[in-house]
């Protein structure tokens, strides 16, 4: 088997202590709510202090995400994860999908530190593992999971948030940092789905260079008989994986993607519904518009009349799309430093 098992000397009775001390050393950092972007992007740190239910829908990068503080539900598909303080996310594709934040307040902020996954730097860590087998390269499982984060995941991230709150602001030391991460991430047991959509030849790798291509062509009418030929796989197998990876079929996935992006679209560049159904691939207002409200409960211009004074910000994923928090510079190394 070249499952390896947590390679950790550290104990997991120990993530309860972790936390507190870096929940205490994050407060320091980041006195109010805002973002912090280091290693040119790849690491994202979050305080947010407001409960709610985004009034817009997400498209979830390949990333690992770690809860500090708080509660995150999560609805892709026909799953659903709620991850709590010492939890970590992993989704391994481009997944559709809409999130609620709990337990969160000024006086006790949540926080989440997201990993957008580097594939170079990730295959060069999986070359140094025992490779996967040909069961575990035929099978497939869901890309997204939820599970505990190890001491040793978790420490790690506490000598980043040390170089952070130390001035450091150049990525050799952060992408040391990430490299070592990546090593426990892909030796623990949540990070299998990484390996195998990550490795040539396995069946989720041939799923995730589909998806690739539905996210770079979504406005297109795509066959998916077509889309299966492309990846060397009959349609039927196709079908069988896709849904093991994404929990969607290839059709939900991409009218998934159109309608997302509409609601985006509608909300913080402010289109109307037609040009927005019409810029995601749709040659019909009234085809759109049954089709959002099914998926969403409720017509696009409700949306739109409801979020124009409320801003959307996801604290897990992207970058505000109507509000702009403060991002880590100077003036905010200076103020940790004080």
Do not use: W
């Not at 140094?128 to 040793?152: G, I, K």
């Not at 004074?309 to 991002?327: G, I, M, R, S």
């Amino acid at each position: 088997m070249s499952d390896l098992g947590q390679i950790s000397s550290f104990d997991n009775s120990d993530v309860n202590k972790l936390l507190a001390a870096l929940r205490t050393n994050l407060c320091r950092a980041m006195p109010q709510e805002m973002k912090v972007e280091l290693c040119g992007g790849h690491i994202l740190i979050f305080r947010f202090e407001h409960e709610h239910k985004c009034s817009n829908a997400s498209i979830y990068k390949p990333m690992i995400t770690f809860m500090i503080n708080g509660q995150k539900t999560s609805a892709i598909g026909d799953s659903q994860f709620i991850y709590n303080a010492g939890d970590i996310f992993i989704s391994g594709v481009d997944i559709p999908a809409q999130f609620m934040v709990k337990d969160v307040s000024h006086e006790q902020p949540g926080f989440s530190v997201s990993i957008y996954i580097d594939p170079a730097m990730l295959q060069e860590i999986m070359s140094q593992l025992p490779p996967l087998n040909q069961q575990e390269l035929l099978n497939s499982e869901f890309s997204a999971n939820s599970d505990r984060a190890t001491a040793a995941e978790i420490l790690t991230l506490s000598r980043i948030v040390d170089l952070y709150t130390n001035g450091v602001n150049y990525d050799f030391p952060y992408s040391l940092l990430l490299k070592e991460l990546y090593f426990y991430v892909l030796t623990a047991k949540h990070g299998m789905s990484l390996r195998k959509i990550f490795t040539n030849g396995a069946q989720d790798y041939k799923i995730a260079k589909a998806i690739h291509y539905l996210r770079e062509n979504f406005r297109d009418d795509v066959a998916i008989e077509n889309l299966a030929g492309m990846v060397y796989m009959a349609v039927p197998t196709f079908y069988k994986h896709f849904k093991q990876v994404t929990a969607m079929s290839p059709l939900q996935y991409l009218k998934r993607l159109r309608l997302y992006e509409a609601k985006r679209l509608m909300i913080s560049n402010s289109l109307t519904a037609a040009a927005a159904g019409y810029e995601v691939g749709y040659s019909s207002e009234q085809h759109f518009s049954r089709d959002y409200k099914k998926l969403f409960g409720r017509p696009p211009l409700q949306d739109i009349k409801e979020s124009t004074f409320v801003p959307y910000h996801n604290p897990f994923t992207d970058a505000p799309a109507n509000v702009e928090l403060p991002v880590n510079n100077e003036e905010t190394a200076a103020m940790i430093q004080a």
